[in-house]
């Protein structure tokens, strides 16, 4: 205020000063200008009103006009010049709010903490056995061995005088009681005929580190970044609801009210991202030497720094998606039960396993989930021309896919893009509240 040239302060619709800042203290008589008002309330206007000749303020109703159309340059200067000043008052307001500090910090630790700690005794190194499919080669020997040492186990059409093959195996698993019984189970019988046919996948193949265990790790940090992000982004809206129709009315633009809050969350976003993954990153590292495992959680994960940018991005996509939701909304009621509804798709598309693999999920997970595409750039799998070497039911991403941090990046960028249209649309369109 006491870098302006001149206020007017009206009560009542009354001009009861007009002047410099420093001179409206002595004027009211107080000692803070805020007392002023106080005075104002007790004394009324009347008291105060000064006469229409004093009154910078003309009286008499008048047609307005509209100012003249400006050129694009003078409008983006216009932009930049009011996102300056927004910009500042986001810094003040963010820096002086020690509570809210302390909460932005507390969360992604907290997290971190959470996440480790659910995950400390667990082995990202632990195998399993990879199965296959039968060759033509297999299938037909086992199609002609396999009946007869079924029936064999089963003792079906065996003659103890005759020295026919079925007849030995019949006699030598006589001997062996638990292997008899395994080879004539149905269920077994079920399963080999499967593997004959070609409907069923069961020979063994290789061992491999178990990669569910580390996409799912993943899947639990990428849901903590998405979470942390909207919640970020919506809170920023929500905390200036009442400020914002007014500030149009007055001529604050749309496109410079989003940039100062995009600002901020930038910064808050790196920050956190910043704290979650140093914590946890920190903490898997002793994790793993105190339980005496590998130092890397197998080698389905990227390396640290391009999970860091990943998890970044996701961040801020999701917080421009809250950016998104506090538009539609400023009521802090309202942006509560938003927040719940556009988190369950966002972790849905994003982590659940296998959901990803089907078309109309994961075109709709292009669009909108910036969950999918964080999860995505921060895991690997292993790929031999172009298809994914995992069995189908690990595939969290189909059967084959490009495998690139820099697509993934792309395709969040994309998503940050049209959410922050959708919110300037938004507020574009929001009716000013009258003076």
């Known amino acids: 205020i006491y870098k302006a040239d001149a206020i007017i302060i009206l009560a009542d619709g009354k001009v009861v000063y007009h002047g410099p800042p420093g001179g409206a203290c002595a004027h009211f008589g107080v000692e803070h200008l805020a007392d002023a008002f106080v005075r104002l309330e007790d004394e009324g206007a009347e008291k105060w009103a000064l006469l229409d000749s004093q009154s910078p303020v003309e009286t008499v109703l008048a047609v307005r006009e509209l100012p003249p159309k400006r050129s694009i340059t003078a409008r983006f200067w216009e932009t930049m010049r009011q996102a300056g000043i927004l910009t500042k008052r986001e810094f003040a307001a963010t820096l002086s709010d020690r509570r809210y500090l302390f909460l932005a910090m507390l969360m992604p630790a907290l997290f971190a903490l959470i996440l480790i700690g659910c995950h400390w005794n667990v082995n990202f190194s632990s195998t399993i056995m990879l199965t296959r499919d039968l060759n033509e080669d297999e299938k037909s020997s086992f199609k002609v061995f396999w009946p007869v040492l079924h029936d064999a186990a089963k003792g ?202 089907t078309s109309i999920p994961r075109t709709i997970a292009y669009v909108i989930s910036p969950t999918y595409w964080g999860l995505r750039a921060s895991q690997i799998s292993p790929m031999e021309n172009g298809i994914v070497l995992f069995p189908p039911y690990m595939r969290i991403f189909g059967d084959s896919f490009i495998q690139s941090v820099p697509l993934a990046l792309a395709g969040m960028t994309a998503q940050i893009i049209l959410y922050l249209f959708l919110a300037w649309l938004m507020l574009r369109f929001r009716r000013p509240e009258s003076a």
Request: neutral net charge; contains cysteine; hydrophobic residues 50%.
């Open 156 to 357: 079906d059409g065996i003659d103890e005088e005759s020295l026919n093959f079925k007849s030995q195996l019949g006699f030598m698993l006589g001997k062996k009681p638990a292997m008899r019984k395994s080879l004539a189970s149905e269920d077994l019988n079920q399963i080999l005929n499967g593997a004959i046919d070609g409907t069923k996948t069961v020979f063994p193949d290789k061992i491999i580190k178990n990669p569910l265990i580390t996409f799912k790790y993943l899947s639990v940090q990428v849901m903590g970044i998405s979470f942390m992000g909207m919640l970020l982004g919506l809170t920023l809206m929500v905390r200036d609801g009442a400020i914002f129709p007014r500030e149009k009315a007055a001529g604050v633009l749309p496109l410079a009210y989003l940039a100062s809050k995009m600002t901020i969350i930038i910064l808050a976003t790196g920050f956190q991202t910043l704290i979650f993954d140093g914590i946890l990153e920190s903490l898997f590292h002793v994790r793993q030497m105190v339980n005496g495992l590998e130092l890397t959680p197998a080698e389905y994960r990227v390396t640290l720094a391009p999970m860091m940018l990943a998890h970044w991005f996701a961040a801020l996509g999701c917080a421009c998606l809250g950016v998104v939701l506090g538009a539609l909304t400023f009521k802090p009621d309202r942006a509560i039960i938003l927040l719940g509804a556009m988190m369950l798709p966002q972790l849905t598309l994003g982590t659940a396993m296998s959901l990803a693999t």
